[in-house]
């Protein structure tokens, strides 16, 4: 059963634009919403988060937009950069049957950005 | 933010063999996960690691298959034992920081391919 839906699945942004990432999780468990950034070759950078006491937070161009109720959460990169290409997997984490906390991740969102 | 060594960055083996691979963190932490990433695909989590105490592994995963060691707070090894061309994958070390390890870096990855 996968936790975490993320779409979508690839995304092709023109320099400038603004890139749309949704996710959407089941277990009202999960408290925690982080996002990550992968470049080929390179593990998962943590890019920015969210705790769902908050609706939205921003960090430069990248924002976390939260809706508690609808148990979606979803990042936006404004004015998109050829830079931004990478692959972003949405998250969400809690505790676990073991006892501690773990990440549980959507399927990841190819971005690619066009000059 | 916690700087992940993972030795080897790739390898290449012949099928029955077993890969050991090392993480090495610069700091003391508590938690050290290992994630397998197959080709464009998301994260899943093998096992957690603790100091001092036995792995607690995931659903789908054994310890005879992917024994760990974590013999201090610095330092884990995943072996990938009898290895055949449907363990090649990416194998990310992860450590978590932050209260309830909220906070997570990973490895750059060992890409193994089994042949």
């Known amino acids: 059963q996968q936790q975490v839906k993320q779409s979508p699945q690839s995304l092709i942004v023109q320099k400038g634009g603004i890139s749309i990432i949704n996710c959407a999780y089941e277990?009202?468990?999960?408290?925690?919403f982080p996002w990550y950034q992968q470049f080929p070759g390179k593990g998962p950078a943590l890019l920015i988060a969210?705790?769902?006491?908050?609706s939205e937070k921003k960090e430069g161009r990248f924002t976390i937009s939260f809706n508690k109720s609808a148990k979606q959460f979803s990042l936006h990169i404004m004015d998109s950069q050829p830079g931004d290409s990478a692959t972003y997997f949405c998250?969400?984490?809690?505790?676990?049957?073991?006892?501690?906390?773990?990440?549980?991740f959507g399927k990841g969102t190819k971005l690619s950005v066009i000059p | 933010s916690a700087v992940i060594s993972q030795k080897p960055s790739r390898d290449i083996c012949q099928r029955g063999t077993s890969l050991t691979i090392q993480c090495q963190v610069d700091?003391?932490?508590?938690?050290m996960f290992w994630y397998r990433q197959q080709p464009g695909q998301s994260l899943t989590l093998i096992a957690t690691?603790?100091?001092?105490?036995?792995?607690?592994?995931e659903s789908g995963f054994v310890i005879d298959k992917f024994p760990i060691s974590r013999p201090n707070l610095t330092f884990s090894t995943l072996t990938v034992s009898n290895m055949s061309p449907e363990d090649s994958s990416i194998y990310l070390c992860s450590v978590g920081q932050g209260i309830m390890n909220t906070e997570a870096f990973f490895g750059q990855g060992t890409r193994l391919t089994v042949v």
């Open positions: 690691a603790n100091q001092g105490s036995e792995a607690t592994y």
């Open positions: 969210i705790r769902p006491d908050v």
């Open positions: 277990n009202t468990a999960f408290d925690y």
């Open positions: 700091s003391q932490v508590t938690m």
């Open positions: 998250a969400a984490t809690g505790l676990s049957g073991a006892g501690s906390y773990q990440l549980t």
